[in-house]
């Protein structure tokens, strides 16, 4: 077999897009991933059934005039960027009039803003509330404060992560707390 031969039909520009596609399959974190694979199929469901043969600038915008009548405009935003981010992705630089209804859609639009709990409001839920009716969010809101844990490990402690030693509490895994 002469090795020479197949190298000769092999097309370099080929090669080279078959790269670039392993190296951005590569960028994106495994978590993300999946979220940008959601939405890439939601929208090859909505043109499978709308009947729609090609992806252009036209069938985006009825695609996201849809999808503003149910979503906020920071969801748009999140669509717009996970459609044009994947390796399959859709070219959507030239799409000016897709990104200015977008842009339009944002006009006025005010996000909500999450609550802050402040040190004031956490030492008098602590000191003030009915010890024994809240003594479970009383736990909870110092392991998560002064653990300085996430959601997903206050859910995840256990009674074997925490030693009672009377004036302080050892956690294992984050180190010694004093109790006042």
């Known amino acids: 077999m002469d090795l020479s031969s197949n190298e000769e039909n092999i097309d370099p520009e080929e090669i080279i897009e078959k790269e670039k596609q392993m190296i951005i399959g590569n960028l994106m974190p495994v978590k993300s991933c999946a979220q940008y694979e959601k939405v890439y199929n939601s929208f090859i469901q909505w043109k499978e059934k709308n009947n729609a043969q090609v992806i252009n600038e036209d069938v985006l915008l009825m695609y996201f005039k849809e999808l503003s009548e149910k979503w906020k405009p920071t969801t748009l935003w999140s669509h717009w960027s ?95 707390f004093q109790l006042k």
């Open 82 to 176: 996970k459609l044009r981010t994947l390796k399959n992705s859709i070219s959507m630089n030239n799409y000016h009039y897709l990104k200015t209804f977008v842009k339009q859609q944002s006009k006025g639009y005010q996000p909500k803003k999450s609550l802050i709990l402040s040190w004031q409001y956490i030492e008098k839920f602590i000191n003030i509330s009915d010890h024994h009716i809240y003594f479970h969010n009383k736990v909870m809101l110092i392991f998560g404060v002064f653990g300085a844990l996430r959601c997903q490990e206050i859910i995840n402690i256990m009674t074997d992560d925490v030693i009672d030693a009377i004036d302080s509490l050892f956690f294992l895994t984050l180190g010694k």
